[in-house]
């Protein structure tokens, strides 16, 4: 085992949703000549199985460890312009021995898959947690007490230059995801577990060695192709929305009237969020299951559509103004998505405009 190396590979992101969080792999190089050399991933999955987006949502997509020449590894990422760091292990021979006998033990056919979790049980985390038992002594990390993100926060971090990846995670994201993480928590980042891994010690019989001997640059820095995506963010689309509802409301408001086509786009608009959000309360992610956001993203106006539609009156918008007040206190507690706001605000005017019309005619 002594020529045996044991590294962590960490992986930048890149353009693909998937991979906008960074990965993390395990190289296993036997430095004699002919020697195997060979990556971990913990992240393989297949695109083609069944209902594979559902799955994921719902928190039930099993994800398997893959072993293979890590030249492939190399080239792949390579291609996609990625940076790879290598950090390599500092272990001792037995150690290195447990390590290969449970990476083999893991790459069994009735050991390989498992229930993936983003946050809890994922490639890092999976790296990670069979690396720390195949140490003989204590992992001590080195606090960062300045360092206590939430969970939301993290996600904001690594899709900031991804404006419809991050809103679509802050819609389906509940107030779980708004608490403070713990050193243990943050790791599910690649990046967040590369840098605790550099400064690691392993403690053991009042001695201390450092976790990493040696960190390199597997991979360099390529150029990376960016695909175009919408052209207008969340937010933009969101400010257009209301300009539009603005401008509506004081024409209604003016000449007591209401526009049904207007009412009916917006209650498919949050009608359409609201049974996504709905479902979400089935999910297998523990942070999504409370999300305030559903007190006015739900499934109500499906049971009211028909019944605007044909202008006749309805207690939908009494109801609605209550949610909007509702909705607006629950934001004290959870960060809702980028322009939430701003559709909530456009259903509290039209909610206004129906409440005052009716006190008029009475």
């Keep these: 085992m002594d020529s045996v190396e044991i590294s962590l590979l960490t992986c930048q992101p890149h353009d693909e949703i998937y991979s906008l969080y960074g990965h993390t792999a395990i190289r296993y190089h036997d430095l004699r000549k002919g020697g195997i050399d060979v990556a971990f991933n913990y992240g393989v999955f297949d695109f083609k199985k069944p209902l594979f987006g559902l799955r994921f949502v719902f928190g039930l997509t099993d994800y398997e460890l893959g ?37 083999a033990e893991n790459m069994e056919d ?46 904001h971090e690594m899709t900031r230059d991804n404006p419809w990846s991050r809103f679509g995670n802050d819609l389906l994201l509940g107030i779980q995801a708004d608490s403070k993480t713990n050193m243990r928590q ?13 400064h690691a010690q392993i403690y053991l019989y009042g001695q201390y060695r450092p976790l990493i001997k040696e960190r390199r640059i597997a991979v360099p820095a390529g150029v990376q192709t960016v695909k175009q995506g919408f052209p207008l963010t969340p937010l933009e689309c969101m400010i257009i929305l209301l300009g539009i509802g603005l401008i509506i409301f004081l ?56 019944q605007v539609i044909k202008g006749k009156r309805t207690r939908y918008w009494h109801i609605t103004a209550v949610l909007c007040i509702l909705f607006l206190i629950g934001g004290l507690f959870q960060s809702y998505a980028e322009g939430i706001w701003n559709l909530a605000l456009c259903l509290l005017l039209q909610s206004i405009l129906h409440i005052f019309c009716k006190r008029n005619e009475k």
Excluded at 75 to 96: F, H, I, W
Excluded at 148 to 153: H, I, L, V
Excluded at 186 to 198: A, I
């Design 251 to 306: 024409i209604e408001w003016k000449k007591r009237i209401a526009f049904v086509a207007w009412e009916v786009l917006l209650m498919l608009i949050t009608g359409i969020i609201g049974i996504v959000l709905f479902l979400m309360l089935f999910s297998q992610h523990p942070t999504v299951s409370l999300n305030l956001q559903f007190i006015l993203l739900n499934p109500l106006p499906w049971f009211f559509l028909w």
């Design 67 to 103: 072993a293979y020449p890590y030249r492939f590894f190399q080239e792949e990422y390579r291609r996609l312009g990625s940076m790879v760091t290598e950090q390599v292990l500092n272990l001792t021979d037995e150690e290195k021995a447990i390590l290969q006998l449970a990476l």
């Design 110 to 155: 009735e050991n390989r898959v498992y229930r993936y979790n983003y946050f809890y049980n994922n490639c890092t985390t999976k790296a990670r947690d069979i690396i720390e038992k195949s140490i003989n002594g204590k992992i001590e990390y080195e606090s960062r007490d300045d360092y206590a993100p939430s969970y939301r926060e993290m996600v």
């Design 186 to 198: 943050q790791e599910f980042l690649p990046y967040n577990l590369m840098y605790d891994f550099d």
